[in-house]
């Protein structure tokens, strides 16, 4: 049984043209779905099935391992197609056995993590009576019908906020269904359906020109730059240490002893560059105990001091890692 991830992406967006592939936060739209995707652990392919040549580039160059190209059929990318018209094209098209897990995905939530993906899934696997599952936020609004009737609250008793459970609102970032019960309802549920909980903030999703703004708040806020960027291609980072680890000034005691002001954020960017995989270090011509306590300390892959010949150490360096 294999979990697959579809993402339908048009090119003729009206509200805002190519939003898919519009920079957001320092990236196109789609990228922020992808990369989680790409780094689930459950996810074994993902599928972008789209009719814009423009958005197939896009994808192509981000350059994931588990991403393919779908051309879906013009008919089936009109404003007027529906998600699922699409979902059942690709379906008869593949090679999808009918247990395999279907999980609809899309791009203009860019919230949803490779956590979320990854806990979905084995919540949906431990299901036993549940056909589907959805994302959902919990929203605590008050709503009333157009005709003026209260719909989750009796006015006359108003409950306090952290005293009301509220009610569970799509978010729409994605769906998952077994290919066989998509087949059979031709829809992306099936009775009976579970919810899976995210936070308050992804129930925006992208559809017009304000969604943008707000959006890409949250996405600063929640989930930042540095982590989510594909950095495969980078093997190593090393940094020179005065000036660049330091403020550039040298501190000297009554006695003469000489200090140096490091910048406690450097540490923490280096924690979070191993993180991702990539080994850090410090190649200095000096050759100082306060540079070899220092580097000590950040725990660093590599430490070099008293090299005077940068570029000959590195590229020593390189060969002896088999990266050059």
């Known amino acids: 049984m294999a979990n697959v991830a579809f993402i339908p992406v048009r090119g003729g967006s009206q509200s805002i043209p190519l939003k898919n592939i519009k920079e957001i936060n320092g990236q196109p739209l789609i990228y922020w779905t992808l990369i989680s995707l790409e780094n689930a652990k459950s996810i074994d392919q993902v599928v972008v099935a789209t009719d814009s040549t423009a958005i197939k580039n896009c994808v192509q160059n981000f350059k994931f391992k588990k991403v393919v190209i779908y051309d879906r059929d013009p008919a089936n990318a009109q404003n007027t197609s529906s998600t699922e018209s699409v979902m059942l094209e690709y379906i008869s098209k593949s090679k999808l056995k009918g247990t395999d897990n279907f999980v609809l995905v899309q791009a203009t939530n860019p919230f949803t993590t490779s956590e979320d993906f990854d806990s979905a899934l084995a919540q949906f696997k431990k299901a036993r009576l549940a ?194």
């Open 131 to 324: 056909k589907s599952l959805l994302s959902v936020v919990r929203t605590k609004r008050f709503f009333w019908t157009t005709k003026n009737k209260p719909m989750n609250y009796n006015p006359m008793k108003r409950p306090r906020r952290q005293d009301y459970e509220g009610l569970l609102m799509e978010n729409g970032a994605f769906y998952i269904s077994a290919v066989k019960d998509i087949t059979k309802s031709g829809n992306r549920l099936s009775k009976p359906v579970m919810t899976y909980e995210m936070p308050e903030y992804s129930g925006f999703e992208i559809d017009e020109p304000d969604d943008w703004t707000i959006v890409e708040k949250f996405l600063k806020k929640y989930r930042g730059n540095l982590k989510n960027k594909n950095y495969s291609d980078i093997k190593l980072l090393l940094s020179d240490v005065d000036g660049v680890l330091t403020d550039a000034g040298m501190y000297y005691s009554e006695n003469g002893d000489e200090l140096k002001k490091f910048n406690t954020y450097d540490g923490m960017g280096f924690q979070l560059i191993q993180k991702l995989g990539i080994k850090v270090g410090i190649l200095t011509k000096e050759d100082r105990q306060l540079n070899r306590a220092r580097a000590k300390k950040l725990k660093l892959d590599f430490d070099f001091h008293g090299v005077h010949e940068k570029l000959s150490r590195l590229d020593e360096l390189l060969k002896e890692l088999k990266l050059n």
